[in-house]
C-alpha cells in the first residue's frame, strides 16, 4: 500500500463544484479510470480520498490537492493522464507524487484576489481598499461552527496585504490562516466593504500557494 | 461556459453548479459551424431535469449531427430568477452561455401539467414572446414533446410544433426541414404547413375548433391540408434505435445519479388509471445482449458505479433473470451495482432478490394502488392480496422491517368501504411480519401508507370519469386516517389541490390558454412546488376569464363527446378504452397482453409484444 498526493487545478465552471460534490466528483473519476486505489472497507464501499486542505466554493485553486492509497505500483504519470481523461476540463490533475508532509501541518495558504465593483470606478474602490486595510481595527461577523455568529478583528490577519491597482480593477494578495486550527476567509473582507462603506464588492479568489507554519510550501 | 454577467450572481444563490456547465461529456460545438442551435428545455430544476432519460437521448442523438448544436436549458429556481429579472440576464443555455433569445429551436419536454407554468415563464425569461402568432419569424420556433403533449390543447396557443410520440425520428426530421426552409428563404407559415405533414407533427395553429353552447367541442376541423387525425410516432426496432453511449455527468448533485438502460418500452399490464400504460403500447424489448452492452459502455464512459434498468415494470422483462446474470458477469468485479426500480408486488421472486444483492435495506416500495380486491379489479391492477403477503413474508424474512404501500384515492366506483381497505390492508402486511419466523430479532415493523389523488387522464379507459371534488378527497383521507389505530402504520397524503389543477390541464382544451397566459402575466411558475404553487391564486385566474375549472376537472363527459385530445392517434382505439371503461364498471378484469390480446388496436404496428410467440 502506497500513499500519493495528487495536484490539482480547479478553475472554470468547476470552481462552482462545492467540496462534497467534489468529492463524489473525484470518486466517480477515480472509479472511471480503474486506477487501483484503496477500497473503505466499511458498509458502504467506496474508494478513499482526501482533501487536505477543502477549497471554498466560487474559489479558483491552483495548487489543490488529494491523497489517495494505492494497492500496487502504478505510475504516476499514467495517473495524472488517466484521471486527466475522466474528469471535467476544469479540473486538471498536473502532478502526482509521494506526500512529504502531513495534511495537519498546513498553517496558511496565499491568495489572489481580484476586486471589482459596479457602483464605483476602479481608482475610488483602489482608494478605498487602501484605506479599509490601514484602519486600525476591521470588525466584522464571523460565523462559527460552534459559538454562532462572533465578531472578530480581522486587521491582523491582513497586515501584510499588498494592492495593486491594474487595467481591470484592484488586486490584492494576502496570505491568511488556513488548517485544521484557524480559518480566515478572504471574503471576511468583502463583508467588511459591505459594513464600512456599504458597497457590493465582487471577490474573484483564486487560492495560489499551501504553507506550514514556518511558511516552507506545503508538499 | 459561464457568461460574465451570470458570473457576478453565482455566489449569491443557492447551488451555483446548476447554472454552469462544464460537465464531463457535454457537447461544446462551435457556434459558427452549426445550421441549427436548440435550447433542449427542461421546465423544471437542473437536478431534476438531468435526471430525465429522454432528455439524455435526444441531446446526444441531436448532437451526433454535425450540424445541430443542442444544448440544455433548466428553469432558474426562484432566487435565480430574481437575480436575473433584477440584472437584465435572459434565459441562457449551459454549454456556451449564451441566451437563447435567437436560438432556432426551443424545445420543451412535457412531464407533469404543473409544469405549464415554467414553460412560459422560460420563454418570458428568454425575452421570446410567448404566443406562437407573436413570434412571425422563421426563428426561435417553439416545439414540445413528452407525454404531457397527449393533450397538447392548453397549449395550443404557445407552442408551434407539438411532436406525438417518441421524438427520436419525427424531431430530427422536423430540424432537417427547418434546415431547408432556411437556405430557401421560406416563412415560417411556410415551414409550418410542411411539418404539419409529416407524420407525428401537430401544429395547432392549422386547426380550427368550434364549441356547443355547453362548452363541449362542437368541431375540429384541419386547415391547410393538415391531416385529421395525427398518428404517434415510435421506434419498433429496439436494438436498432439510438441510444446514447455517454451521458452528461453532474458536478452537483442529481436526483437520479446514475447510468441508465431502458430495457423495454410500453406495458403489459393496462392497468386502467395509467397513462404510460396506453400511449406507449405496444411494448417493444430490447434484448439482453443490446441490455448489457449499453450498460457497460455507459458506465466505462460516466464512471457511474451503479446502473438503473428502467422500464414501467421491470420484473415483466421476459428474461429478466438471463439479464441479471448477464450484467453480473462484469459488474461484480468492476463494483457496478444494479438497481431495478418498478418493481412489482407479483415480480419480487427469490431469484431476483438474489442477483440485485444491492437493494438497500432501507425501505421496500409497492403499490397495490386500491385497498380492496373489487378496486384493484376495476382498476385492473391484478396485484391479488395473497400475493402481498407472500412478498412481504419474503422481505421479512430476508431482514426488511420497512415497507412502503402506495394507494390512489378517489378511484372510480370508490366507496368508503374501499377507503377503509387500505388501512385493513396495511394492518395485515403489519400483522404478517409477526408472523414471520425469521424477521429480525428485536425489531418493530413499519408500514408506511402513501395515497396520491386520482387524476383522470387522455388515452385511458378513465378519460371520461369525473374527479372527486377536493372535499370528497379530503373527507376520504381523514376517515383513512381515522381508520388507522396502530402507531406501526405511518400515513401520508398528497396534497389535493394539486391533483385538481393536474386534473383541470390534463383533460383541458384551448380555452384554457387564456389562463395560462394570464399565469405567466402574473409571474407564476413552479406549480409542482409547494413552494410557490397555490390553488387560490389559480382561482382567482380562473374567476377573471370567466372559465369554471370543475368543468374539465369533475365532469362525467359522455362517450359521444369530442374529446379535445380525439384527433391524436396513440393506437390504442377509442373504442377499445371503451369497452375498457365498461368492464371497470362491472369490476371484470382483462388478462395482460402476454396471456391473451385484447384487440387494444397496437397490433398495428406490426412488433414487440403483439407478436411475440406465445
Known amino acids: 500500500m502506497k500513499d500519493v498526493r495528487v495536484w490539482f487545478t480547479k478553475d472554470d465552471e468547476c470552481r462552482f463544484i462545492s467540496h462534497l460534490d467534489l468529492n463524489r466528483c473525484m470518486l466517480r473519476a477515480l472509479h472511471k479510470s480503474r486506477i487501483p486505489i484503496w477500497h473503505t472497507e466499511g458498509f458502504n464501499v467506496h474508494p478513499y480520498a482526501t482533501f487536505p486542505l477543502p477549497l471554498s466554493l466560487g474559489f479558483r485553486g491552483e495548487k489543490e490537492c488529494m491523497d489517495i492509497r494505492l494497492v500496487e505500483d502504478y505510475s504516476y504519470s499514467d495517473i495524472k493522464d488517466k484521471l486527466n481523461s475522466c474528469l471535467p476540463t476544469g479540473i486538471r490533475v498536473y502532478d502526482v507524487r509521494e506526500p512529504v508532509m502531513k495534511a495537519k501541518e498546513i498553517a496558511f495558504a496565499s491568495f489572489k484576489i481580484k476586486l471589482s465593483c459596479e457602483d464605483i470606478s476602479a481608482d475610488e474602490l483602489f482608494k478605498l481598499t487602501n484605506e479599509l486595510l490601514s484602519k486600525d481595527e476591521i470588525l466584522v461577523d464571523k460565523k462559527t461552527k460552534k459559538k454562532g455568529v462572533r465578531e472578530i478583528d480581522i486587521k491582523p490577519y491582513f497586515s501584510d496585504t499588498k494592492t495593486e491597482r491594474n487595467i481591470g480593477g484592484v488586486i490584492i494578495r494576502c496570505t491568511l490562516p488556513a488548517g485544521s486550527v484557524t480559518n480566515i476567509n478572504p471574503l471576511l473582507l468583502q463583508k467588511a466593504f459591505e459594513k464600512y462603506y456599504d458597497i457590493d464588492v465582487y471577490f474573484d479568489v483564486t487560492k495560489k500557494e499551501l504553507f506550514d507554519k514556518k511558511m516552507k510550501a506545503f508538499e | ?614
Open chain 2, 1 to 614: 461556459m459561464i457568461n460574465k454577467d451570470v458570473e457576478k450572481i453565482l455566489l449569491k444563490v443557492q447551488k451555483p453548479g446548476r447554472y454552469v456547465g462544464g460537465e464531463l461529456n457535454s457537447v461544446i460545438k462551435n457556434k459558427d459551424e452549426v445550421d441549427v442551435r436548440f435550447a433542449f428545455c427542461f421546465p423544471d430544476t437542473y437536478e431534476i431535469g438531468m435526471s430525465h432519460l429522454g432528455m439524455k437521448i435526444l441531446y446526444s442523438l441531436f448532437n451526433e449531427v454535425p450540424y445541430i448544436w443542442c444544448e440544455r436549458v433548466f428553469a432558474p429556481w426562484l432566487d435565480m430568477e430574481e437575480l436575473m429579472v433584477e440584472r437584465n440576464i435572459p434565459l441562457f443555455a449551459l454549454e456556451s452561455g449564451d441566451s437563447i433569445t435567437d436560438f432556432d429551436f426551443i424545445g420543451f419536454t412535457l412531464q407533469y401539467e404543473l409544469s405549464f407554468s415554467n414553460v412560459l415563464n422560460m420563454l418570458r425569461l428568454a425575452n421570446i414572446p410567448i404566443k406562437s402568432c407573436d413570434r412571425k419569424e422563421l426563428s426561435r420556433i417553439v416545439v414540445a414533446g413528452g407525454p404531457c403533449a397527449c393533450n397538447p390543447e392548453p397549449l395550443a396557443d404557445f407552442i408551434d410544433i407539438f411532436f406525438i410520440g417518441e421524438g427520436e425520428e419525427v424531431d430530427l426530421e422536423v430540424i432537417e426541414l427547418y434546415r431547408q426552409c432556411k437556405k430557401d428563404n421560406k416563412s415560417k407559415d411556410e415551414f409550418l404547413r410542411l411539418a404539419s405533414q409529416i407524420k407525428g407533427v401537430y401544429v395547432p395553429a392549422l386547426y380550427d375548433v368550434e364549441y356547443n353552447d355547453d362548452g363541449t367541442i362542437k368541431s375540429f376541423t384541419p386547415r391547410d391540408n393538415a391531416p385529421e387525425k395525427i398518428e404517434k410516432r415510435l421506434m419498433m426496432d429496439m436494438d436498432n434505435s439510438y441510444y446514447p453511449e455517454n451521458f452528461v455527468v453532474p458536478n452537483i448533485e442529481i436526483v437520479h445519479d446514475r447510468a441508465v438502460s431502458e430495457i423495454f418500452r410500453g406495458c403489459i399490464r393496462g392497468c386502467r388509471f395509467c397513462q404510460a400504460g396506453f400511449l406507449y403500447r405496444p411494448v417493444r424489448e430490447k434484448s439482453v445482449e443490446t441490455i448489457n452492452k449499453q450498460c457497460h459502455t455507459l458506465c466505462n464512459n460516466t464512471g457511474y458505479d451503479e446502473v438503473s434498468l428502467s422500464s414501467l415494470s421491470s420484473s415483466d422483462y421476459t428474461d429478466i433473470i438471463g439479464l441479471l446474470t448477464t450484467l453480473n458477469t462484469w459488474a461484480d468485479s468492476e463494483k457496478v451495482s444494479i438497481s431495478l426500480p418498478s418493481l412489482r408486488v407479483d415480480g419480487f421472486s427469490d431469484d431476483i432478490l438474489e442477483k440485485i444483492k444491492t437493494v438497500r435495506k432501507s425501505g421496500l416500495t409497492f403499490a397495490p394502488e386500491a385497498g380492496t380486491q373489487r378496486l384493484r379489479d376495476v382498476i385492473n391492477k391484478n396485484v391479488l392480496e395473497p400475493e402481498l403477503m407472500e412478498t412481504c413474508s419474503k422481505a421479512f424474512n430476508s431482514g426488511w422491517t420497512k415497507v412502503k404501500l402506495y394507494f390512489m384515492i378517489g378511484l372510480p366506483t370508490e366507496t368508503y368501504e374501499d377507503v377503509e381497505g387500505i388501512a385493513h390492508l396495511a394492518q395485515k402486511v403489519v400483522n404478517e411480519y409477526y408472523h414471520c419466523e425469521n424477521k429480525p430479532k428485536g425489531k418493530s415493523v413499519t408500514v408506511t401508507i402513501s395515497t396520491a389523488s386520482f387524476v383522470p387522464k387522455p388515452f385511458t379507459p378513465f378519460q371520461w370519469y369525473g374527479q372527486n371534488n377536493r372535499e370528497t378527497l379530503m373527507d376520504k383521507q381523514l376517515h383513512l386516517k381515522d381508520t388507522i389505530t396502530t402507531k406501526k402504520i405511518n400515513y401520508n397524503y398528497h396534497d389535493a389541490d394539486t391533483s385538481f389543477l393536474e386534473a383541470v390541464f390534463a383533460r383541458g382544451d384551448r380555452k384554457l390558454c387564456r389562463i395560462l397566459e394570464k399565469a405567466c402575466e402574473k409571474g407564476f411558475h413552479f406549480d409542482g412546488w409547494s413552494d410557490c404553487f397555490s390553488l387560490d391564486s389559480w382561482l382567482e385566474i380562473f374567476d377573471e376569464c370567466g372559465i369554471d375549472p370543475d368543468f374539465y376537472a369533475l365532469r362525467d363527459r359522455d362517450y359521444d363527446e369530442i374529446l379535445p385530445w380525439d384527433f391524436l392517434d396513440y393506437g390504442v382505439t377509442k373504442d377499445f378504452l371503451r369497452k375498457e371503461c365498461e368492464k371497470a364498471y362491472k369490476d371484470t378484469t382483462t388478462p395482460h397482453c402476454r396471456l391473451k390480446c385484447s384487440n387494444c388496436g397496437a397490433n398495428r404496428y406490426g412488433g414487440g409484444v403483439c407478436f411475440e410467440r406465445r
